[in-house]
C-alpha cells in the first residue's frame, strides 16, 4: 500500500541550527501539507502546498519556515534557524485532491537543544 | 475561523459502544473528518462527512448536523486496540487548511 515516507526519524539540534525535514508523499498524490504536534497538544496546520507554491499558510508559519518540492517526488520543509519552542513532532501528509482524506507520515521528531 | 471543541478523555470497557462528541464554529463549512491518532504515531482516516446523517463505516459511525455545528463518532464492539486518541477535524474554506480540535483520549479497559 503507498504511504507517506518521512525522514529522518529523529532529529537533534542545537538552537540557531537550520534543519531540513525531508518526505516523500504518495506519488499520484497533489497536495501536499506540513503539520507539527507539540508533546500533549492538538495537531496543528503549518502549511499547504499544490502545483509548486504555497497555497496556504497558518500565522505559525513565520519567515524561519520554507518549503520546496526540489524534485518530482519530495517535499522538504526548513527551519532556518531553531528555536527550543520549535521542539515538536513534524508530520508530512499528502491527498488526492483538496478536502480529500490526507494520508500522514509517521513524522519527524525534532528537538532543539 | 474555525474552533473545535470535544471532550479530553473518555473511558469505555471492552464490548461496549462509545460515542465521542464534537462541536465546531466554521466560517466556511467544508465537511468534517475524524482521525484515529496511536500515542507516538501519526493520524490516520476515519471518516468524512459533508452532508447530515450518519455514515457507517464497519464498527465505526460517523454523524453530522451541520445545523447545529455538531459530530460525533460513534465506536461499537469496542476492542483494546481502540485505546487512542479521536481527532476531530475541519477544512477551511479553501479546503487547504485542515484545523484540528484538541483529540478525545479514548481509555478502553477490560
Known amino acids: 500500500e503507498p504511504e507517506v515516507t518521512q525522514t529522518p526519524s529523529h532529529q537533534v539540534t542545537q538552537m540557531g541550527q537550520e534543519v531540513i525535514l525531508r518526505c516523500v508523499p504518495i506519488s499520484n498524490h497533489l497536495y501536499f501539507y506540513w503539520y507539527r504536534q507539540i508533546l500533549g497538544q492538538k495537531v496543528e496546520f503549518l502549511v499547504s502546498?499544490?502545483?509548486?507554491?504555497?497555497?496556504?499558510k497558518s500565522e505559525i508559519f513565520d519567515d524561519q519556515f520554507s518549503v520546496e518540492r526540489p524534485d518530482g517526488s519530495n517535499f522538504t520543509l526548513k527551519i532556518r534557524s531553531t528555536k527550543l519552542e520549535d521542539s515538536a513532532m513534524y508530520f508530512c501528509a499528502s491527498a488526492l485532491d483538496r478536502g480529500a482524506e490526507a494520508f500522514f507520515g509517521q513524522g519527524t521528531r525534532l528537538t532543539v537543544v | 475561523g474555525q474552533n473545535i471543541d470535544q471532550p479530553t478523555e473518555m473511558t469505555a470497557t471492552e464490548g461496549a459502544i462509545v460515542q465521542i462528541n464534537c462541536t465546531y464554529q466554521t466560517s466556511g463549512f467544508n465537511g468534517l473528518f475524524w482521525y484515529q491518532q496511536h500515542a507516538g504515531e501519526a493520524p490516520t482516516f476515519l471518516s468524512y462527512n459533508v452532508l447530515d446523517g450518519l455514515e457507517e463505516k464497519g464498527r465505526f459511525s460517523s454523524f453530522l448536523s451541520r445545523s447545529k455545528g455538531y459530530s460525533y463518532l460513534l465506536l461499537k464492539e469496542l476492542q483494546m486496540k481502540d485505546s487512542a486518541s479521536y481527532l476531530c477535524?475541519?477544512?477551511?474554506?479553501?479546503?487547504?487548511?485542515?484545523?484540528f480540535g484538541i483529540g478525545t483520549k479514548l481509555q478502553v479497559i477490560p
Open positions: 502546498f499544490y502545483n509548486n507554491e504555497i497555497s496556504e
Open positions: 477535524a475541519v477544512p477551511s474554506g479553501g479546503y487547504q487548511k485542515v484545523t
